[in-house]
T-cell receptor, first 114, second 116 residues
Framework: KAGVTQTPRYLIKTRGQQVTLSCSPISGHRSVSWYQQTPGQGLQFLFEYFSETQRNKGNFPGRFSGRQFSNSRSEMNVSTLELGDSALYLC?????????????FGPGTRLTVL | AQSVSQHNHHVILSEAASLELGCNYSYGGTVNLFWYVQYPGQHLQLLLKYFSGDPLVKGIKGFEAEFIKSKFSFNLRKPSVQWSDTAEYFCAVNEGSGGGADGLTFGKGTHLIIQP
């Protein structure tokens, strides 16, 4: 079974721009979660989608948003990019939701904001 | 809010040495506990998990962890490490109620280096 895939793998943007990252979960998984990984803050939860609905949200500003499609694929959008948004963005999928199931992670998208 | 503490940020061991990485969490309710590993250049992989039942759980590659509820701990152990165990190790926790309220809360990670 194919794992979680994320596109693109690398991205360079400038301050003020916006960016969209994509995640395809493992086949049959309906929950997709997003995390930000930085050297200073470590891994931090952004939000989780299940059946096209955002169920949970971490402590990030409204510039960070996401959505999930009927095929469970998910996108994450960051508007008005700041230098501090440079990070590895990880997507994880699970069968039924983070509270009851194991999350499997993708390789991440490395975002650099100049 | 939950928090996870990994006390050792950097650990250097020789091959065949025994390993124990500490993990403590703060949350008063039922929790699910995980250890993930990130090998150089690779993505996060699940080592082992605890949801309920036997507090001693065994994972891949000879790793095991013990959940001690009274100590809010979930320490990772391996009796004899190999050079290939060089990686970043993350302890993580989320609510065990099924609500998945906050996603996974991760510790800061432990960078383990195994010297040949």
């Amino acid at each position: 079974k194919a794992g979680v895939t994320q596109t693109p793998r690398y991205l360079i943007k400038t301050r003020g721009q916006q960016v969209t990252l994509s995640c395809s979960p493992i086949s049959g998984h309906r929950s997709v979660s997003w995390y930000q990984q930085t050297p200073g803050q470590g891994l931090q939860f952004l939000f989780e989608y299940f059946s096209e609905t955002q169920r949970n949200k971490g402590n990030f500003p409204g510039r960070f948003s996401g959505r999930q499609f009927s095929n469970s694929r998910s996108e994450m959008n960051v508007s008005t990019l700041e230098l501090g948004d440079s990070a590895l963005y990880l997507c994880a999928s699970s069968l039924g939701g983070p509270g009851t199931d194991t999350q499997y992670f993708g390789p991440g998208t490395r975002l650099t904001v100049l | 809010a939950q928090s996870v503490s990994q006390h050792n940020h950097h650990v250097i061991l020789s091959e065949a040495a025994s390993l124990e990485l500490g993990c403590n969490y703060s949350y008063g309710g039922t929790v699910n506990l995980f250890w993930y590993v990130q090998y150089p250049g690779q993505h996060l992989q699940l080592l082992l998990k605890y949801f309920s039942g036997d507090p001693l759980v065994k994972g891949i590659k000879g790793f095991e962890a013990e959940f001690i509820k009274s100590k809010f701990s979930f320490n990772l152990r391996k009796p004899s490490v190999q050079w290939s165990d060089t990686a970043e190790y993350f302890c993580a926790v989320n609510e065990g109620s099924g609500g998945g309220a906050d996603g996974l809360t991760f510790g800061k990670g432990t960078h383990l280096i195994i010297q040949p």
